[in-house]
T-cell receptor, first 114, second 119 residues
Framework: DAGVIQSPRHEVTEMGQEVTLRCKPISGHDYLFWYRQTMMRGLELLIYFNNNVPIDDSGMPEDRFSAKMPNASFSTLKIQPSEPRDSAVYFC????????????FGPGTRLTVT | AQKVTQAQTEISVVEKEDVTLDCVYETRDTTYYLFWYKQPPSGELVFLIRRNSFDEQNEISGRYSWNFQKSTSSFNFTITASQVVDSAVYFCALSESRFSSGSARQLTFGSGTQLTVLP
């Protein structure tokens, strides 16, 4: 089975531009998580969905960040407008439903905002 | 609140040496889950193992072994006869079992230990 798929793998953009990161979770998984990884702050949970519904977005840093999950096989994380401090690796992870605990991560998207 | 501490920021060993990565956790729950993830230089996060708090039996998988001790709140990871391919950042993580205001068993990660295995 395919793992979690993320695109693009690398994104370089200029400050002020809109950035959209994409994620396809493992088929059949009920939970989807978006994380950000930086040297300074490590791995931070931004938001997670259960059955396509956002459950906890308390980790989203600002209103510039938004996430959607229109269906069970697709999610987006959007930054508008982007800023240099948003430069990080963004991971998507998915987890099966009740009784499951481990999360499976995608390869990440390395975002650089100049 | 839960917390995971990986005090070793960086470890360097020579190939074939054994190495132990430390993980200490804090939680108020009596039922919880502990994990180790590997992040090789390519950047992806790879799930290695999950342990339940009610099962303190140590586990061995090839050259990897895990020592879970509730009395000291530790979940240490040992690589025997290390290899260059083991070079990576290793993360310990904790998940509580109970549902509380949407926590839904989120993972709390430690800060990671960078392991370098020299040839």
């Amino acid at each position: 089975d395919a793992g979690v798929i993320q695109s693009p793998r690398h994104e370089v953009t200029e400050m002020g531009q809109e950035v959209t990161l994409r994620c396809k979770p493992i088929s059949g998984h009920d939970y989807l998580f978006w994380y950000r990884q930086t040297m300074m702050r490590g791995l931070e949970l931004l938001i997670y969905f259960n059955n396509n519904v956002p459950i906890d977005d308390s980790g989203m840093p600002e209103d510039r960040f938004s996430a959607k999950m229109p269906n069970a096989s697709f999610s987006t994380l959007k930054i508008q407008p982007s800023e240099p401090r948003d430069s990080a690796v963004y991971f998507c992870a998915s987890r099966a439903g009740q009784g499951a605990y481990e999360q499976y991560f995608g390869p990440g998207t390395r975002l650089t905002v100049t | 609140a839960q917390k995971v501490t990986q005090a070793q920021t960086e470890i360097s060993v020579v190939e074939k040496e054994d190495v132990t990565l430390d993980c200490v956790y804090e939680t108020r729950d009596t039922t919880y889950y502990l994990f180790w993830y590997k992040q090789p230089p390519s950047g992806e996060l790879v799930f290695l193992i999950r342990r339940n708090s009610f099962d303190e039996q140590n586990e061995i998988s090839g050259r990897y072994s895990w020592n879970f001790q509730k009395s000291t709140s530790s979940f240490n990871f040992t690589i025997t006869a290390s290899q260059v391919v083991d070079s990576a950042v290793y993360f310990c993580a904790l998940s509580e079992s109970r549902f509380s205001s949407g926590s839904a068993r989120q993972l709390t990660f430690g800060s990671g230990t960078q392991l370098t295995v020299l040839p």
